[in-house]
């Protein structure tokens, strides 16, 4: 009896009800944890140990343009569980641009974006919200507004901001987190996020230790059914695709490095130094 009560005495004491677990964690492997993606066209994946942040190994991934090609240039690798509307978390990764990196004249490379598939509204696919992406030395994120519900009207194709008479519709908004971005350097990105639909929703970030963002009492993400946003890391050149299918500049291999990703609901779990 004394033991038993011993017993559960212990037991609750090792179980304290704040401690937080965190959700993601990766130390720059291919396993572990990610959703199985194929990068597309020539674009490659893969887990590397010359070119790390931390430990003994970093993710590296890479983009090739095709002229001729009009399909998209994602390799990302992908946490299925990014978030649902409602929610707070945080979010970190580092990454590094290849030392050679062409930045001028610019055009808009992806590292990080939330998103889902919403092909079920018929007002769209695969629709990101925020996303994390360089246009020439500046790194840019963005929030998306609006609504993507089942069984609604879909805005006008010229006009996919139109909301009147309840139609889903969205909008996005960008910022400019630093403007000074080089090649060669790794870059601590933690964000926290909490992703509303109405104005309570805040977007916070911070690139090696200094908070260069912080927005509070804003509308974060679409009104949505409180889908499964999936969170990608990796490179999608997006601008090869968007932009009429054409590069800009002469560097049609692009390669990046990622490494220490981390999700969950305090900064440490997602600080690539604390990781
Ligand atoms: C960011 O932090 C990393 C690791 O501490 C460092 O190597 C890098 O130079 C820093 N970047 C900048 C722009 O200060």
């Avoid at 959700?23 to 720059?28: A, D, L, S, V």
């Avoid at 030395?137 to 194709?157: D, E, I, M, N």
């Avoid at 990105?189 to 509303?196: C, H, P």
């Avoid at 974060?220 to 889908?227: A, I």
Wanted: charged share 25%; proline share 5%.
């Amino acid at each position: 009896m004394l033991v038993q009560t011993l017993k559960l005495a212990l037991g609750l004491l090792s179980l304290p009800t704040t401690y937080a677990v965190p959700e993601f964690t990766n130390h720059g492997t291919a396993s572990g944890g990610w959703r199985d993606v194929k990068p597309e066209k020539q674009g490659t994946k893969s887990q590397v140990a010359n070119v790390v942040y931390r430990g003994d190994s970093a993710l590296k991934v890479t983009q090739t343009f095709v002229p001729g090609y009009e399909g998209r240039y994602h390799s990302e690798y992908v946490v299925n569980k990014g978030y649902k509307r409602g929610e707070v978390k945080f979010y970190g990764f580092a990454f590094r641009l290849s030392d050679s990196w062409e930045f001028d004249p610019p055009q808009s490379f992806n590292i990080a974006q939330w998103i889902a598939d919403f092909g079920d509204t018929n007002c769209d696919d695969w629709s990101p919200t925020s996303m994390v992406y360089l246009r020439g030395r500046t790194l840019y994120s963005r929030v998306k507004t609006g609504q993507l519900l089942p069984g609604k009207p879909c805005p006008p194709a010229n006009n996919k901001g139109d909301c009147s008479g309840g139609k889903n519709c969205q909008k996005s908004r960008e910022f400019a987190l630093k403007n000074d971005i080089d090649g060669g350097v790794w870059y601590r990105l933690t964000f926290q996020i909490t992703w509303k639909s109405d104005a309570t929703g805040q977007f916070k970030t911070w690139i090696n230790g200094t908070k260069v963002h912080e927005e509070t009492n804003i509308p974060t993400t679409l009104l949505d059914d409180n889908r499964e946003f999936s969170f990608r890391v990796g490179l999608y050149a997006n601008g090869w695709h968007d932009d009429n299918h054409q590069m800009k500049g002469t560097q049609g291999f692009r390669q990046v490095w990622i490494d220490e990703i981390g999700v969950g609901s305090e900064f440490k779990d997602a600080d690539p130094d604390r990781l």
